[in-house]
């Protein structure tokens, strides 16, 4: 079976310092990995996903994860955070119906404070 | 392009009551998920439609169901609602099997 796990369920970081968020999947397959966010009282925006090409991976707003299968994981970077990350942000993957991707299994979240 | 839409974005219904949520996936994505969230069990799957066959179901009771139309619009239905179907329900809709999924803004559901 397939599951992911979040390390941590609140971070917070300065303005202007290192944003890290940390994942960790279990699976028996290659995986999809994704990353989404959450703002309050929104759904989900994507951030980036993992579909077995390159293990760096660019997603929108500065925001890059990188997958390394030795350590099963995918955790979220940024150089430098802004006020305007803070929100929630959930790690998934995809379950795997014989090599197409389907419903997604996500983290517990975690919530990124951003300190002025 | 239009996203996801989902209505209503609120809703407030007693104990017992039984209630309809509807999502209007991407125009042209053909497969619509549902996930409830939580904050004490957070995202959980709830079921996928694709070409209006439900493809998968997750691990809830027999009183949530759901159905995709032709035009790939879905609804879901919790019959005899119960204090803790109080959760924010999401939609996404994907184009086809190997695509990413984009979400709705969720309805709010609150059964009191």
């Known amino acids: 079976a397939q599951s992911v796990t979040q390390l941590g369920s609140h971070v917070s970081v300065s303005e202007g310092a290192l944003v890290l968020l940390r994942c960790n999947y279990s699976?028996?397959?290659?995986?999809?990995l994704f990353w989404y966010v959450q703002y309050p009282n929104q759904g989900l925006q994507l951030l980036l996903k993992?579909?077995?090409?390159?293990?760096l991976v660019k997603g929108i707003n500065g925001f890059e994860a990188e997958f390394k299968k030795s350590e099963t994981s995918f955790h979220l970077t940024k150089p430098s955070a802004h006020m305007s990350d803070a929100a929630e942000y959930f790690c998934?993957?995809?379950?795997?119906?014989?090599?197409?991707?389907?419903?997604?299994?996500f983290g517990k979240g975690t919530k990124l404070s951003v300190k002025p | 392009k239009a996203g996801v839409t989902q209505t209503p974005r609120y809703l407030i219904k007693t104990r017992g009551q039984q209630v309809t949520l509807s999502c209007s996936p991407i125009?042209?994505?053909?497969?619509v998920s549902w996930y409830q969230q939580t904050p004490g069990q957070g995202l959980q799957f709830l079921f996928e439609?694709?070409?209006?066959?439900?493809?998968n179901k997750g691990n809830f009771p027999g009183r949530f169901s759901g159905r995709q139309f032709s035009n790939s619009r879905s609804e879901m239905n919790v019959s005899t609602l119960e204090l803790g179907d109080s959760a924010l329900y999401l939609c996404a809709s994907r184009r086809g099997a190997n695509t990413e999924a984009f979400f709705g803004q969720g309805t709010r559901l609150t059964v009191v």
């Open positions: 439609y694709f070409s209006e066959t439900q493809r």
């Open positions: 699976s028996s397959v290659p995986p999809y």
């Open positions: 125009s042209g994505h053909r497969s």
């Open positions: 993992y579909t077995s090409a390159a293990t």
């Open positions: 998934a993957v995809s379950v795997n119906y014989g090599g197409s991707q389907g419903n997604l299994i």
